[in-house]
């Protein structure tokens, strides 16, 4: 008799996250689904790459001097930063160290799905409101609801997906509000916006940053996310990581790309500075609605959002279809101009269907 490998509960309970990876064909599709940069890496850090990978790949990782580098691109000491595989794994080493099961985390909702899908592996939940219909930030419905079971606070700025910003006064009166909630606030998108509060963090010793290459760097395929705390608490999380949780593929890469930020940085202007003006003055001419952001990405409410996924599917455009509460919205990411024209022209086609 057979017998299956009985989990925990809270574990048997779960609902995967799945987000659909299958058949995203980049040859065959324009990407504008998740938040990708629109160009690879260029050809220094895949040279990096294939330097390592004709030598040294069958050796443990050592990191070398990295940690300064990216001190020094981020404003703070090297014992301020803890490299992660990805930040889903800062997600989750953040969550594992605070939270106990039954306790809860507040976050203004919906957001990034991985903080659901970690914080019930702990048997926890996430609290907070919805956002409102604008989603605009409820900053004062986030306040009223942390309670007694409140060990940890979220902010996702700017939001993913509804591309909420959090303005750096709000933050600060949540850590001052606060001061025994660890504040987690998670900067994705930082390269987008210019914006971040790590600033704060002389003064807040419940602050936590959680940043990523995964996004303007162009790295997503290499797994490398960062966490910015207090040294005391980065010795804590070290004690969750493994000590070669992070490949030093992604590392060689990061690092190239901090030392020769033009590439990127290009990019991150020429579409938040043209593609972004132009697919919005192309929203308000056809009277479309959408929610925009300070990322590389928007919220797009077409007359029906299955029949609006299937067109540009059929047009090889993949975009991403929310979720409820926001199940009247696809998320769409920001690319190089020609390719945005290429959007605006199918939708057009779909619009006058």
């Known amino acids: 008799m057979k017998h299956s490998i009985e989990v925990r509960d809270v574990i048997s309970r779960m609902s995967s996250y799945n987000p659909p990876l299958e058949n995203r064909d980049p040859e065959a599709f324009l990407l504008m689904d998740f938040n990708e940069s629109p160009l690879p890496p260029p050809p220094r850090v895949i040279q990096k790459i294939s330097e390592f990978l004709n030598s040294h790949v069958h050796l443990y990782p050592t990191y070398g001097d990295f940690l300064e580098e990216l001190g020094n691109y981020s404003g703070v000491p090297a014992e301020n930063l803890l490299l992660t595989n990805g930040s889903d794994q800062a997600i989750d ?70 591309g909420t910003y959090v303005s750096l006064e709000q933050i600060e009166d949540l850590l001052k509000s606060f001061p025994g909630i660890p504040l987690l606030v998670d900067e ?57 949780d992070v490949n030093v593929v992604a590392v060689l890469a990061a690092s190239e790309q901090l030392k020769h930020p033009e590439h990127w940085q290009k990019m991150v202007r020429h579409l938040m500075d043209e593609c972004k003006p132009a697919i919005e003055k192309y929203f308000d001419e056809m009277q479309v609605r959408y929610f ?23 047009n090889k455009i993949l975009v991403r279809p929310m979720q409820r509460p926001i199940s009247h919205t696809f998320r769409m990411s920001l690319r190089m101009m020609p390719e945005m024209q290429r959007f605006m022209d199918v939708y057009t086609r779909y619009l006058n269907r």
């Open 93 to 162: 080493i953040i969550m594992r160290s605070l939270l106990e099961c039954g306790e809860e985390a507040a976050m203004v909702q919906p957001g990034f799905q991985m903080y659901d899908q970690t914080v019930s592996t702990l048997g926890c939940k996430l609290s907070g409101p919805q956002f409102p219909a604008d989603f605009n930030f409820p900053h004062q419905e986030l306040k009223e609801s942390v309670n007694t079971k409140t060990r940890l606070i979220i902010l996702i700025n700017p939001n993913n997906p509804t």
């Open 188 to 244: 994705a998108y930082y390269e987008f916006t210019s914006d971040s509060c790590v600033s704060l963090l002389s003064s807040y010793p419940n602050l936590i940053v959680i940043r990523t290459f995964s996004k303007a760097l162009a790295l997503p395929s290499l797994r490398l996310g960062y966490v910015i705390a207090r040294p005391d608490f980065i010795l804590e999380l070290q004690k969750i990581r493994g000590p070669y």
């Open 292 to 314: 925009s952001s300070k990322a590389n990405f928007m919220l797009v409410e077409p007359p029906d959002v299955q029949h609006a996924y299937k067109f540009l599917i059929d």
